[in-house]
């Protein structure tokens, strides 16, 4: 039988290889799983149907983290006439909707579920792109919180025949995960396995608190 059982200090836990069980009212406070359990081996992943959870009462299913490595984007364009002004430069428009798509890309590879765009920080179009030209775009997950996570995507621009490339866009976006209904639902939480990607969930709740105090003002 693959099911398992593992002990913590305040509670047990039975797990499917691969999932949580997490009772209700366990969720931490900082938004994203605690991660003393991550250890479970994906090769052993059973999918749990979610009519189970319900069916047998149990609250809440959080799947394990997983590591920004496994949804990171990157999209290379040719920039056409129909991409671009009548200066010749690519629409800002037109690369707002490859930062969306992009970003969007990540967020569902890694949250597993639908997901929509709630946010889009400031964007700052440092050089422009030209017709003829190239524009790569990166996007990698920053930080998970309760149903909703964050994406940084970075552009840059490239002239094929130099091969010169230079930085054109840099965005964080926010996603929150949804149910067939619509609803918010938990995001998979993000791995941090570094203290990089621990300075970069600290700095995705920073950058969080600050988005919803500036939404709140605006109401
Ligand atoms: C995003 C959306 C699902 C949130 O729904 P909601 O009923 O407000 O849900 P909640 O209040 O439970 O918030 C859900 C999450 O969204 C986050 N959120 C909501 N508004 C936000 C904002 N302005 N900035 C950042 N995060 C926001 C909340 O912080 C929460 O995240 P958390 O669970 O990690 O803390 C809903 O507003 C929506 O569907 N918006 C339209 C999305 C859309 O059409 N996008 C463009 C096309 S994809």
Redesign the pocket.
């Known amino acids: 039988m693959l099911l398992r059982t593992i002990a913590t200090e305040s509670q047990t836990v039975s797990t499917f290889p691969g999932w949580r069980w997490q009772p209700p009212g366990k969720s931490t406070d900082s938004?994203f799983a605690d991660q003393s359990l991550e250890k479970v081996d994906r090769r052993w992943v059973l999918p749990i149907p979610k009519c189970w959870c319900s069916m047998f009462g149990m609250a809440t299913v959080i799947p394990l983290p997983r590591s920004f490595r496994e949804s990171v984007t990157e999209m290379t364009e040719y920039v056409l006439p129909q991409h671009a002004n009548a200066l010749g430069n690519v629409f800002g428009g037109q690369i707002m909707a490859w930062v969306?798509l992009c970003a969007?890309i990540t967020a569902q590879r890694h949250g597993g579920h639908m997901?929509?765009?709630?946010?889009v920080d400031d964007l700052m179009f440092e050089h422009p792109v030209k017709v003829g030209e190239v524009v790569h775009l990166r996007a990698q997950l920053t930080a998970?919180?309760?149903?909703?996570?964050e994406v940084e995507v970075t552009v840059t621009g490239e002239d094929l025949r130099t091969r010169r490339r230079w930085p054109c866009v840099h965005a964080f976006l926010?996603?929150?995960c949804?149910d067939d209904q619509?609803?918010?639902v938990?995001?998979t939480p993000l791995l941090i396995d570094s203290e990089q990607m621990e300075k970069s969930q600290e700095r995705g709740a920073e950058r969080?608190a600050h988005?919803?105090r500036?939404?709140i003002r605006n109401e």
Request: no cysteine.
């Open positions: 938004g969306d969007a997901a929509v765009t709630a946010f998970t919180f309760r149903t909703s996570m926010t996603f929150v949804i619509g609803k918010p938990q995001v969080r988005r919803l500036r939404t």
